[in-house]
């Protein structure tokens, strides 16, 4: 049975898994990689996305009545090798926001906290959610997107008398080489997340205009990516940013609203935990429907995963070196499937 979601549902869960990997090592990585231009490497990130943007609906556009899961089953003599290559990839890419948001935590508020018990109280929660109809599960992210833009803006307000617009210069003083790669490895570690959202059939969304929406959706992820990414830089400079792997929390540290309200960074942040909370949740049930492997499971197998990662070194070495990698997996298993209905409607 398709469960209906509405438009607003289905754009603010959009958001929530795309945005929710920037905040953390996203962000850092980008930075490393693209520096001072880290606001460029976005903008062109966001001209690239149109790929997938392109991929995801005209995938989403094929027997609309089904999800990706029965249209793979149709496209493919052997739908289990690309049902498996896909929930693999996003199982390993889930893995990697879990440690951390995990790690996050751990290092910010519960440093004496064994890394297990963390992971088990959020697994619990991911695992109870992920086990709902796709309805539910949207309607929890409509409410957290609505607290969470607060939240942000909350901060980027708190933090306006601090700017210094002179440390966003000087500009591609390195090249374009820098900023093209930066790019990419956001389109890596972010806009991926869209193809998760193929699990919901394009009939059980009640709007005709679903195309315009994820575009949308899709721009105003990329346009508070670039404010955030800008607000870190001419706040911290360049050099101070790098030297934190989780910049956009730091420059909450002094926060003050009105002059008064002060100490609050600790609230501020709570809306990435939020976004993270829906993307996986979302990833899990993903897996779920592709693979019916129950999300207690499946989230079980990813705690344990992450305890193999022993530090952020560690950590920092495969989100750098296998995570785009793994994304590209799925980028390409997307363009086979597209290449199947293109090759299905011709021969119709």
């Known amino acids: 049975m398709n469960h209906k979601i509405n438009i607003l549902q289905f754009s603010t869960t959009l958001f929530m898994i795309i945005f929710a990997p920037f905040l953390g090592i996203g962000l850092y990585n980008v930075l490393k990689i693209s520096k001072i231009d880290t606001p460029i490497s976005i903008i062109i990130a966001y001209m690239l996305s149109f790929i997938f943007i392109i991929i995801f609906i005209k995938i989403m556009n094929y027997k609309q009545s089904l999800d990706l899961k029965e249209k793979i089953k149709l496209l493919f003599k052997k739908p289990i090798i690309v049902i498996t290559i896909l929930s693999i990839s996003f199982f390993l890419m889930a893995c990697s926001l879990f440690y951390n948001i995990n790690s996050f935590i751990i290092s910010q508020f519960l440093s004496e906290t064994p890394l297990i018990y963390i992971a088990i109280l959020m697994g619990i929660l991911i695992s109870y959610i992920s086990s709902k109809n796709i309805e539910i599960i949207t309607r929890i992210s409509t409410i957290l997107f609505f607290l969470s833009i607060i939240l942000i803006f909350t901060a980027m307000i708190g933090n306006y008398g601090k700017i210094d617009i002179s440390n966003l210069l000087p500009i591609l003083n390195n090249g374009i080489k820098n900023p093209i790669s930066g790019a990419l490895y956001h389109l890596s570690i972010n806009t991926i997340y869209i193809f998760i959202l193929l699990i919901i059939p394009k009939s059980s969304i009640q709007n005709t205009k679903i195309n315009k929406w994820i575009i949308l959706t899709t721009t105003f992820s990329f346009v508070l990516a670039l404010i955030i990414a800008i607000y870190t830089i001419i706040i911290l400079g360049i050099d101070l940013t790098l030297l934190y792997h989780y910049p956009a929390y730091i420059i909450m540290k002094e926060l003050s609203i009105f002059g008064f309200i002060d100490k609050i960074e600790n609230f501020i942040i709570i809306h990435w935990i ?52 793994i994304s590209l997996v799925i980028l390409i298993t997307m363009l086979i499937i597209l290449c199947k209905i293109k090759k299905v409607e011709t021969t119709l």
């Open 274 to 325: 939020f976004e993270i909370f829906i993307n996986l949740s979302m990833v899990t049930h993903f897996i779920y429907k592709m693979t019916n492997i129950k999300p207690y499971l499946i989230i079980t197998i990813c705690i344990i995963t992450t305890l193999f990662i022993k530090n952020s070194t560690v950590f920092n070495y495969i989100v750098t070196n296998f995570i785009p990698f």
